[in-house]
């Protein structure tokens, strides 16, 4: 009896580690028009709709920092993130939202180690063409470190994810550039 009380406690105990968050079933489709269209590029600050708790400030700045990298090569030869923006000339306007992220920290890897869950987070982002105000694309992107790899990396998988969700958002322009 006292075996069975510990098992069940045992798997209550894993259950909510769990994270709520999963891939969207939808596929992510080509922009109605190709981003080599568009000679300048906008870029607005990430915005997150996800808790602090659940996704802090800290983990937002991160994919910032990665997008606005990537994103600047990913529109090499385009006038990125003018200071005057030309009216005359196609822009492209991203805008960046977390819409729904969990990251467990390093702190909460080394106390809990896999029982902190699993980090996962879902970043939409829309592309407006900025003369016409047409949406041309809003794919969302999923990234997940499962507990164990997060546990076995002291957290190091839970940061690669915010790193691969950026990658994922610059790899989509690369490949609907022409």
């Known amino acids: ?31 109605k028009t190709p981003f080599d269209k568009f000679t300048q590029v906008i870029i607005r600050p990430l915005t997150s709709t996800a808790s602090e708790n659940d996704f802090p400030d800290k983990a937002v700045a991160n994919v910032q920092k990665d997008l606005d990298k990537c994103m600047a090569d990913a529109f090499a030869g385009t006038t990125y993130n003018p200071a005057a923006p030309d009216t005359e000339k196609p822009t492209v306007l991203i805008e960046p939202a977390i819409v729904d992220g969990k990251k467990v920290s390093t702190a909460q ?48 998988q839970d940061n690669a994810m915010l790193s691969r969700l950026s990658d994922n958002a610059c790899n989509y322009v690369r490949q609907y550039r022409h």
Request: net charge neutral; aromatic share 10%; proline share 3%.
């Open 109 to 156: 890897r080394i106390f809990f180690g896999a029982l902190a869950g699993s980090s996962a987070v879902l970043m939409q982002v829309k592309f407006t063409d900025a003369n016409s105000n047409e949406i041309i694309a809003q794919p969302v992107f999923y990234a997940k470190a499962a507990a164990m790899s997060g546990a076995w990396t002291f957290g190091a």
């Open 1 to 31: 009896m006292k075996k069975a009380i510990y098992v069940v406690a045992g798997i209550l105990l894993l259950a909510g580690c769990t994270t709520h968050i999963h891939d969207q079933d939808d596929t992510i489709t080509a922009p």
